[in-house]
């Protein structure tokens, strides 16, 4: 009688996969792919669960059938981005919007890692920088990295974009951190994002002096 055979299903690297029996069919087998696992992956395993090894299909992945797209033309924080680009300092962005200024023809970026992260990144930099966060980079995982950075007292300038929505993945609905931020960061000022003289003298100013800033800049995003 043949033995059952048993589909592992797991993202990332093979780690379960590795520690059972050869009767395993996964990554290692051909069966699934390596990174992101999607529900016509796991058919095409079912389909293919009397062979012990299938052919791995590889296909090159692009910025465009990853369905990425560019910044809007019509971004209210597009004249911030431009300013910033003016001043020639590190920049450090994230996964939310901010990264879609990472290429062409602003290539603001200087690096971007993952969502709520600009802020420990910029930490790093071997001078004062910037770093570029939304509201919901900043609720998801970004105020542990705004503590530590006072607690270390490190230095770098934090403008929060501030659109009250989570625009990367679907538009829902962000809490308003401003009283916390401004709580604890009393070096805070809210800015308008379209006012491109006014931010770029705070920052040339807040840049040279010790410590962290931030800025919060309010508008709305058109798409919601």
């Known amino acids: ?84 680009k003016e001043l020639d300092v590190p920049v450090a962005g994230d996964l939310g919007c901010s990264i879609m200024t990472s290429s ?29 966060i939304g509201d919901f980079g900043l609720a998801h995982s970004g105020i542990p990295a705004l503590i530590n950075a006072v607690h270390n007292e490190h230095e770098a300038v934090v403008i929060l974009l501030q659109n009250d929505v989570a625009a990367m993945t679907g538009g829902q609905d962000v809490p308003d951190l401003t009283g916390i931020v401004k709580y604890y960061i009393k070096d805070t000022a809210i800015v308008d994002p379209a006012n491109k003289t006014i931010i770029k003298s705070l920052l040339e100013t807040k840049l040279k002096t010790r410590g962290i800033s931030v800025f919060i800049a309010k508008a709305r995003c058109p798409r919601y």
Do not use: W
């Open 1 to 84: 009688m043949e033995h059952s055979r048993v589909l592992v299903v797991e993202e990332t690297e093979p780690v379960i996969e590795k520690q059972l029996s050869k009767r395993v069919l996964g990554k290692l087998t051909g069966h699934m792919p390596y990174g992101l696992v999607e529900a016509g992956d796991v058919q095409k395993a079912i389909e293919n669960i009397n062979y012990d090894i299938v052919k791995r299909d590889i296909v090159p992945q692009t910025i465009q059938s990853r369905g990425a797209r560019p910044l809007c033309v019509d971004c209210p924080y597009l004249p911030l981005y431009n300013m910033i």
């Open 104 to 132: 062409p023809p602003l290539s603001l970026l200087d690096a971007a890692f993952s969502l709520g992260s600009s802020i420990g990144t910029a930490c790093g930099f071997n001078r004062k920088g910037i770093a570029i």
